[in-house]
């Protein structure tokens, strides 16, 4: 499997965990977050930051890396996307298409860059100097995160609701 694969395959894998969470608890936090592997989001929290991070931030990053020598990449605070975007008023459908569009986008630009270009570097955050290649698996890495945030979130909502949740 290549890493193109497995950044077209995020947006189907989120949507079969987000479609077990209920319509009405789409919004739905829990009370203690203890243990949580990602950041402390719905699950619409969640698709909206996954739409945000890939747009705002990784795109951003891939293409400062290329055009830029040795770019200052920055970190995007999650929480305050949450507050300007205002997550709890967006359409969960309208978001998943917008998610699964730009990750589409990203993989096609990415595919088009040049194999010798995939070892120009950028500093990013606490990570210091990274490549291209390892910006596309802290990507592949951050999806991971996500799709783990929602494992959890659903057993959260199954154990404090007491929802029997399908398994799909």
């Not at 400062?64 to 200052?72: D, K």
């Not at 570097?121 to 596309?136: F, I, N, S």
């Not at 945030?149 to 057993?155: A, C, E, T």
């Amino acid at each position: 499997m290549t890493i193109f694969t497995t950044l077209l395959a995020m947006p189907d894998q989120f949507e079969r965990l987000l479609a077990q969470v209920p319509a009405d608890q789409l919004d739905w936090e829990p009370a203690n977050w203890a243990g949580t592997p990602a950041e402390r989001f719905s699950a619409r929290g969640h698709l909206c930051h996954l739409l945000d991070i890939e747009t705002q931030g990784y795109q951003l990053r891939f293409r400062r890396t290329l055009e830029e020598s040795l770019p200052a990449l920055a970190s995007l605070d999650g929480y305050q996307l949450a507050r300007d975007n205002q997550y709890p008023l967006q359409d969960t459908a309208v978001q998943l298409d917008r998610f699964r569009t730009a990750r589409l986008q990203t993989v096609d630009w990415l595919k088009a860059v040049p194999s010798s270009a995939w070892a120009r570097r950028a500093r990013y955050g606490d990570y210091g100097e990274v490549t291209l290649d390892g910006l596309v698996r802290l990507l592949v890495s951050h999806d991971h995160q996500h799709l783990a945030g929602m494992q959890w979130l659903l057993m959260r909502l199954n154990a404090d609701l007491e929802l029997a949740l399908p398994i799909a």
